[in-house]
């Protein structure tokens, strides 16, 4: 069964060829110097965040988690537009620096933080979201040894989960963060002439779809903020909510829309407690900014028969593009939205399987698709690709070439 995904409908095109940015595929890929590759659209990026401040309550800022899409030239981009920046790596935060981004908005979150990376993150004065009671000692060595108040937010693991998400981070035991039953004894134990306190950190999840977990998690985030603001003898300067936000992958998926969330949000604050009065509340995204501004996009270089199915060869695969072969956390492999550049609609279609150049059968681009019919030389594209790509993908896997990554 192949159900239209509902994104073919916003696509830009021209006499039934797919335009990006305005230009059809071939001519970007020259631009690009090779297929394959990933083309991310500038509008687009923008266009997002001015949905995300028309929609969302104003008062609420909004980080790009690096993450999601650290190409430099993009992250340069959004820095333009968001208030901050989270970063997850010494060579993130590097990233964050070079887009000129005021020190005090960046923040930096992640499991097993090196040693390297807290003494590099006090020296710049980019907020620490700490995770353990260890790495709060090591802050505090680097203290000791730089003689700058580390900025230090803590990044507290929920006894609450949200639910629907396709990536639960919070929530149980996890590797994240710090109990927040752990909470009361760190903070009164804090010492403020050593460190600069910041807030709180809650992420509990990603790729979430479901307006109705997000509103119920925000509430319960909300509620642990005011309980940890409580129990802290310094004032909460911010309080991070995490994201979470999910854009549509599969068959079936809708956009989420925003319209509860945030109506919900804009009571949560207007309502907050007194000790919350004067902090300001992040979210912070990666996914649902860029996730839909990118395109991968490769060439058909074979085409063959194989006891009743119809295989497109092409040059790209699950080395440039894991999270649309199925192996990036994904329990069922399903299909992102494909499309011939060239040739959107037509009478003449056939299911086909898209594959790439590894030797596994791991390196799927789609499976049982119904596309028009496609040769040799043709483009395949991708959609929803500007999340969790070129670096999330294992690119020396196989030692094919790099892919080429533009943004314009
Ligand atoms: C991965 C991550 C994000 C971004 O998640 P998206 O689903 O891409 O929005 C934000 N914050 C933290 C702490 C993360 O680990």
């Not at 005021?102 to 930096?108: D, E, K, P, V």
Request: hydrophobic fraction near 40%; glycine fraction near 8%; charge should be negative.
């Amino acid at each position: 069964m192949s159900k239209r995904h509902h994104r073919l409908a916003t696509l830009a095109s021209d006499k039934n060829q797919l335009l990006v940015a305005g230009r059809p595929v071939a001519q970007l890929v020259s631009i690009a110097g090779a297929s394959p590759c990933y083309i991310y659209d500038r509008q687009a990026l923008s266009a997002r965040v001015a949905q995300f401040r028309q929609q969302m309550p104003s008062s609420l800022r909004l980080h790009y988690a690096i993450k999601a899409n650290p190409m430099p030239a993009l992250v340069n981009h959004m820095a333009q537009y968001v208030d901050g920046l989270d970063v997850a790596s010494h060579q993130e935060m590097l990233i964050a620096l070079g887009c000129g981004m005021s020190t005090a908005h960046i923040s930096f979150a992640g499991p097993a933080k090196g040693l390297h990376e807290l003494r590099a993150a006090v020296a710049a004065g980019i907020t620490i979201n700490v995770e353990s009671s260890l790495e709060l000692e090591r802050l505090y060595q680097c203290y000791d040894e730089l003689g700058i108040r580390p900025r230090v937010a803590f990044r507290v693991n929920p006894d609450f989960e949200l639910k629907s998400s396709g990536m639960k981070m919070a929530g149980g035991p996890k590797q994240f963060g710090i109990d927040a039953e752990q909470m009361p004894a760190i903070l009164a134990g804090l010492d403020l002439n050593r460190l600069s306190f910041q807030g709180f950190h809650i992420f509990s999840g990603s790729q979430n779809l479901n307006a109705e977990s997000l509103v119920a998690c925000h509430g319960q985030t909300f509620a642990l903020a005011a309980q940890l603001a409580n129990q802290v003898a310094a004032p909460v300067q911010h309080v991070n909510i995490g994201g979470g936000l999910g854009i549509p992958y599969f068959p079936g998926e809708q956009t989420l829309a925003l319209d509860d969330i945030a109506q919900n949000l804009q009571c949560l604050l207007d309502q907050r407690p007194e000790v919350l009065a004067h902090t300001e509340f992040v979210m912070e995204l990666g996914r649902w900014l860029v996730g839909e501004a990118g395109y991968y996009v490769c060439q058909v270089t074979d085409k063959k028969q194989s006891r009743g199915q119809t295989y497109l060869m092409t040059n790209g695969g699950l080395h440039h593009h894991l999270a649309n072969s199925g192996n990036f956390g994904q329990v069922l492999r399903k299909n992102y939205p494909v499309v011939l550049a060239h040739c959107l609609d037509s009478d003449e279609q056939e299911v086909v399987e898209i594959v790439g150049p590894l030797c596994t059968p791991l390196d799927i681009i789609g499976a049982k698709l119904t596309l028009p019919t496609a040769a040799v030389g043709d483009y395949i594209v991708v959609l929803q690709s500007g999340a969790y790509g070129a670096s999330a993908s294992p690119q020396k896997f196989l030692g094919h070439p790099e892919v080429a990554e533009l943004l314009i």
